[in-house]
């Protein structure tokens, strides 16, 4: 077992609705965070990397350890919009995503990153589906970018099942994608009502390199969002989540993402104290 320790936390930039790197460096500190998963293209109202951040948080002590590519024409309106249109799903933005990817991935390699996590889309539960065919061709592409910029590409949960994911997984390494791991987020599995995020996270813990820190109240309305809510508030056992995670000796990032709320540093620091707790948990 590896205890899991507070150095290993950081927030997500989009989170933190900055206006700028010194913006972000402020609100990074006041959060009392050392870690930064920054946003490498546009993502919602985030703007993407600013020009000069990286030595702009590090003159405040605060160090990039991943970013995060996203791609054009994603609706999150609803879970049925996002379906037809997240990832690399949509044929009408694939080469400009990939033109995007190429960007993202040299300045990946330029800041020095060792991960970039991104969304595929809605992985098709059948190998034997053609868009699974289609999809995981499309991955295997981006994750060709990202490698020969020696980026590992970390694909984000919650939008398919642990099985469906391990599938893609393996699929990834039968067409050389060898660069492709997980960024598990265990809210996205309630949001998205998928799956339970604490026997995902069982399966998948071999091939985690990173966590989001986020939680949720699964819907009780099928087709409509879960809410996501303070961490420590929903239904994730941040306990369990901690210990599978030192069972399985992981060294990687607990970055906190919150998208939704008025009050971003208050809700992240109530989070902190949350996940504090559970890592106590896991000290010898």
């Not at 995503?97 to 300045?107: E, F, I, P, T």
């Not at 995020?197 to 986020?214: N, W």
Request: proline fraction near 4%; glycine fraction near 8%; aromatic fraction near 8%.
């Amino acid at each position: 077992m590896k205890t899991q320790t507070a150095e290993k936390m950081g927030v997500c930039s989009w989170s933190l609705l900055a206006t700028g790197p010194q913006d972000l460096a402020e609100k990074v500190a006041a959060l009392g965070l050392k870690n930064v998963q920054l946003g490498l293209t546009p993502h919602r109202d985030d703007p993407g990397a600013w020009q000069g951040v990286q030595e702009i948080l590090a003159a405040s002590g605060i160090r990039i350890v991943s970013g995060m590519f996203s791609t054009l024409g994603e609706d999150y309106t609803t879970p049925e919009t996002i379906r037809r249109t997240g990832g690399v799903v949509l044929d009408e933005y694939w080469e400009e995503n990939m033109k995007m990817a190429q960007d993202a991935a040299a300045l990946a390699k330029a800041m020095g990153l060792q991960w970039v996590s991104a969304h595929a889309g809605f992985l098709p539960h059948d190998p034997k589906d053609p868009a699974f065919d289609k999809l995981s061709g499309r991955v295997a592409q981006l994750a060709g970018i990202f490698a020969a910029n020696g980026v590992e590409m970390l694909l984000e949960t919650g939008q398919e099942t642990a099985e469906t994911l391990l599938a893609f997984l393996d699929e990834m390494k039968r067409r050389d994608a060898a660069n492709v791991a997980v960024n598990f987020d265990p809210a996205n599995m309630i949001l998205y009502d998928m799956d339970d995020p604490i026997e995902a996270l069982r399966m998948l813990a071999p091939h985690v390199r990173q966590v989001h820190v986020k939680d949720a109240r699964r819907t009780t309305v099928k087709g409509q969002w879960g809410e996501e809510v303070v961490v420590g508030t929903g239904e994730v056992d941040w306990d369990a989540f901690v210990r599978i995670l030192a069972d399985a000796n992981f060294d990687g990032y607990y970055i906190f993402e919150r998208e939704a709320g008025a009050d971003r540093i208050g809700d992240i620091t109530k989070g902190i104290a949350a996940l504090r707790a559970a890592m106590a948990k896991t000290t010898p």
